[in-house]
């Protein structure tokens, strides 16, 4: 098919002309697909412009569709397998036509009933949009943009002993540590979640609390503006008492050691058995 029109995504397209099928939509004469008619309503006329969705039909037919799929190519997502047969699993993803995923694309056999986290793209070889559990390649392992304290989209790809490894923004790995959630998340579960920090080895930590970044943020700002008003020293370090970091910095002991762990990792500080040092 056209490489205007593209499969397994959303597409703006014009309505050219009727049939007994249904509605030809498209850019040109030689660059349409039909809209079949039992999604055609009476208030969609020629040269009107229609948001569509373009997949594959039973018969491998470039279709339209006005019906919302649980995700497009080049996205993740938590659907459930129907059917397993010959040919590979099937997951319902909202079409008629439900999804395929090769035995050759599946991490482990996939079991009908239950769900799993998959990739959308289309088959070089075949030209057939299809799914994939085996997601890392397809991650993008470009340095991240991301900026502190930026929203993202998360969905859990599975647990680990630190924690969550989920997917943000549909292209990069992140870890949300397991202090920063308050219940146990399943694999698929979406979240809107922030961005902790950007490691200077690539590696992205999220939270589920901005106020916590802020607040974080804000400690770090006093624990260096103490110790410049210090001769660069502090009494305090990761042993000291409860009391004495409540006492200076109104914070919890736990708070106050993720905060100066992170100046640490920034080389802004060392911690020295009595106390920390600016560098």
Not at 49 to 77: C, H, I, K, M
Not at 230 to 239: A, E, Q, S, T, Y
Not at 254 to 273: C, D, H, N, P, Q
Request: charged letters at 25%; proline letters at 4%; aromatic letters at 10%.
């Amino acid at each position: 098919m056209s490489q205007s029109i593209q499969l397994g995504k959303y597409n703006r397209l014009q309505v050219l002309s009727s049939n007994e099928y249904g509605l030809d939509l498209g850019f040109s004469v030689q660059d349409k697909v039909l809209l079949p008619n039992r999604y055609v309503e009476k208030s969609m006329l020629q040269e009107d412009w229609l948001d569509v969705f373009v997949y594959l039909d039973s018969e491998d037919r470039p279709t339209a569709t006005t019906e919302n799929p649980f995700a497009q190519v080049g996205q993740f997502a938590f659907l459930q397998c129907v059917e397993v047969n010959r040919i590979g699993a099937f997951l319902d993803w909202g079409l008629p036509k439900d999804l395929l995923v090769p035995f050759g694309q599946q991490f482990q056999p996939l079991q009908p009933g239950r769900s799993y986290l998959v990739y959308l793209y289309i088959d070089n070889a075949s030209q057939r949009l299809v799914a994939t559990t085996k997601l890392d390649k397809h991650l993008d392992k470009s340095p991240a943009s991301f900026s502190k304290g930026q929203e993202v989209k998360a969905v859990v790809r599975r647990k680990t002993d630190l924690g969550y490894l989920c997917i943000i923004n549909n292209s990069h790995s992140a870890l949300l540590f397991k202090d920063q959630t308050i219940k146990h998340l399943k694999v698929g579960t979406e979240l809107k979640a922030y961005i902790r920090e950007v490691r200077s080895d690539g590696k992205i930590n999220l939270s589920l609390n901005k106020g916590a970044i802020q607040a974080k943020d804000k400690l770090a700002s006093e624990i260096l503006s103490e110790l410049e008003d210090n001769n660069g020293f502090l009494p305090l370090n990761d042993k000291s008492a409860p009391e004495d970091i409540y006492r200076n910095f109104q914070v919890s002991k736990a708070v106050f050691k993720r905060t100066i762990g992170l100046l640490y990792k920034e080389r802004k500080i060392r911690i020295e058995s009595d106390g920390i040092y600016r560098l």
